[in-house]
């Protein structure tokens, strides 16, 4: 069983940056590969990023490329969204998500973070 907590959301003005993070609370979070995803209101949840283990792979949706970074720290058990150039459209709620080992579904979820980014 993996528990991921989020944190690090709130309002930010279009433009600004916002740091999340994703605490995970068992030693199989360095085993995992972590997503961020988001739904923003009245749309279907959507990928953002992905990160492989060993933070080797990563992944970006184009919405976000160039402008949104992840990392890991893998001793800490943490997973990071480094957001800049934040959009209006950007605003969303925002869950991590983990895919243990070889597994082929993101079966571990937090309860999600809300970003609003103003105009």
């Known amino acids: 069983q993996l528990l991921l907590v989020e944190s690090g959301g709130g309002l930010v003005q279009a433009g600004g940056s916002r740091r999340l993070s994703c605490a995970a609370s068992?030693?199989?979070?360095?085993?995992?590969?972590m997503c961020w995803f988001r739904q923003a209101p009245g749309k279907e949840r959507e990928f953002v990023v992905s990160i492989t283990r060993n933070s080797v792979y990563t992944n970006y949706a184009d919405s976000v490329k160039g402008r949104f970074t992840i990392s890991r720290d893998n001793a800490k058990n943490t997973v990071y969204l480094e957001m800049n150039s934040l959009k209006p459209e950007d605003t969303a709620v925002y869950y991590c998500a983990a895919k243990p080992g070889a597994g082929t579904r993101y079966d571990y979820w937090g309860q999600g973070t809300l970003v609003t980014v103003s105009s």
């Open positions: 068992a030693r199989t979070f360095s085993l995992s590969t």
